[in-house]
């Protein structure tokens, strides 16, 4: 491990494990005490990511069996193809344990410790530790890898970061302009693929690119009593924990901006090595992919529902920003009491000072849309699947009490979703709004990738607010009973409570504009209907 480039990676032990322990172990992970991704992997739901293409970028790659000895006794883990950089990977060279464990947390088939997606395609790239590497050379690297597949890969796992003091800008400084950040916003959205970053973590870290706008930034959780359910300690800790000027713009988003979306379990976590010995790992390196994977089974789901023509389903299921919105809408903040008031959540989620999420800012201020520490908390791979599975629906029509839209929205002109049936007194919404920041390729040579010698234009973010309103509100302004009104962020979420039973609607305004007239988004919502 080089001090230039640095993997996220932390408290790594090679230690086997025995099987009770391997089987508690992977019931916390990928059973209902972990992300509860199992269960989509059984009858009546079969999903494993089948046919799906997702990707990987690390300074190293894992091992390709039957191309590499490293893991010559081991076909745990099957790969579509393995890259340096752009070009063909060397065989016997760049291989890397830390990237074959975050491989494993994607693809692994080890019937005893499979992976959240072992029927997915992983193509994977690694961009060479040598000193002339750089964020040109990621970029081409992720660049590559979206290429892949015919141009249709999912989501793409950055399990890798770069340091402020390696930025060739002076004074270099969390505040989005770094090349390999504007790359991931420029790729999000030019290629519509989910970057899954693992969040900055420990001082002194890989911010590089966790100020992304784009993407979904993924903090990690430890146990308590069994169940993820907890801030790890080794995260860093959220703006309002009282960052120094020094931190501020070094190891967090300039200006307020939250840079953690998601949080998954992350603290040892058992894998398999390239030798197929197990290894219990730790860190947001883990847990980042998880998210990465989960998107696999939405969209293999997605993909099944396209062919066979369901209503309520269209190719919108595949942006970027649906599946930013439905993993952050469908996260577990605060358990519920089995009255299904809180959504059916089956965990609270807590920060590193044990604070839940009712008594973050995020919940009280309506100008901040995601906690600090906990984003919008805790990724439930079936539940993204319950929120997912409900279908797409349009503005014009009454919408059921779950669902989720792609649409654009015009500068000063809103969108609104009646809910068709009433919310009950107490119950809570759950809605998020997804939108990118517009960053454009300066393609000097016109042959629409990026090349190196090139750049980005950052062309700013279009201001979006979203609305929970009573549905007889007579004015734009009245009626509004929650908000989510950040002038910063390119992500809106909701999470409140219905002060009376009754008609609602979810009002999506474009509030001001910076870049083009015209605004995609993604947007999913989660509410409890009176029976």
Not at 178 to 193: E, G, I, K, N, Q
Not at 331 to 344: C, H, N, P, V, Y
Not at 390 to 407: E, K, L, N, T
Request: net charge positive; charged share 20%; glycine share 10%.
């Amino acid at each position: 491990m080089t001090k230039k480039l640095s993997w996220i990676i932390w408290g790594l032990s090679a230690s086997c494990l025995s099987a009770p322990v391997l089987a508690s172990a992977l019931q916390t992970f990928l059973g209902n005490n972990g992300i509860d991704a199992l269960k989509l992997h059984q009858p009546p739901y079969n999903l494993t990511g089948r046919k799906i293409a997702i990707g990987q970028v690390e300074i190293g790659r894992p091992g390709m069996f039957g191309w590499d000895k490293a893991v010559s006794k081991n076909r745990a883990i099957s790969l579509a193809a393995v890259f340096l950089r752009n070009g063909p990977a060397k065989s016997d060279s760049g291989v890397d344990s830390h990237a074959y464990n975050v491989a494993g947390v994607m693809v692994s088939q080890d019937k005893a410790v499979p992976g959240v997606a072992p029927g997915a395609r992983l193509y994977s790239s690694a961009v060479g530790s040598t000193k002339n590497m750089g964020q040109p050379e990621e970029c081409i690297s992720a660049q590559h890898i979206a290429l892949q597949n015919s141009g249709d890969v999912r989501a793409i796992n950055f399990s890798f970061g770069e340091s402020l003091n390696r930025d060739p800008r002076p004074e270099a400084i969390l505040d989005g302009k770094a090349l390999l950040t504007l790359c991931v916003d420029w790729s999000s959205r030019f290629h519509d693929v989910v970057y899954a970053i693992a969040g900055n973590q420990g001082k002194g870290g890989i911010p590089i690119p966790t100020d992304n706008f784009n993407g979904i930034n993924v903090a990690f959780s430890s146990r308590r009593g069994g169940i993820f359910n907890k801030v790890d300690v080794s995260n860093l800790a959220g703006a309002n924990q009282g960052v120094s000027g020094r931190l501020a713009g070094k190891e967090f988003n300039l200006g307020g901006r939250r840079a953690i979306s998601l949080v998954a379990p992350g603290n040892n976590i058992p894998l398999l090595n390239p030798d197929g010995k197990l290894n219990k790992v730790t860190g947001t390196s883990f847990a980042a992919p998880q998210v990465t994977a989960t998107v696999a089974l939405l969209q293999e789901f997605g993909d099944r529902q396209m062919r066979t023509k369901k209503p309520n389903w269209s190719i919108d299921g595949r942006r970027h920003q649906v599946m930013k919105a439905v993993l952050l809408n469908s996260a577990e903040k605060i358990q519920d009491s089995r009255d299904g008031l809180r959504l059916g959540m089956m965990r609270t989620l807590i920060d590193k000072q044990n604070q839940d999420w009712l008594a973050s800012d995020a919940y009280k201020d309506p100008t901040i849309p995601l906690d600090s520490q906990m984003g919008t908390g805790h990724l439930n791979a079936f539940r993204a699947y319950q929120q997912f599975s409900s279908g797409q629906w349009q503005p014009s029509v009454f919408v059921p009490a779950i669902g989720w839209d792609y649409r654009t929205v015009n500068a000063g002109a809103s969108a609104e979703y009646l809910l068709a049936k009433p919310l009950k007194q107490g119950s809570f919404v759950a809605v998020t709004l997804s939108w990118d920041r517009l960053v454009e390729l300066n393609d000097k040579n016109k042959n629409q990738q990026f090349d190196l010698g090139e750049n980005f234009s950052d062309r700013g973010l279009n201001n979006l607010d979203l609305y929970l309103v009573k549905t007889d509100a007579k004015n734009t302004d009245g009626g509004t009973v929650c908000a989510s009104i950040s002038p910063i962020d390119s992500v809106e979420h909701i999470f409140c409570p219905v002060p009376a039973t009754g008609n609602y609607k979810i009002r999506v305004q474009f509030r001001q504009q910076v870049n083009e007239a015209t605004q995609p988004y993604g947007l999913a919502w989660w509410s409890v209907p009176v029976n």
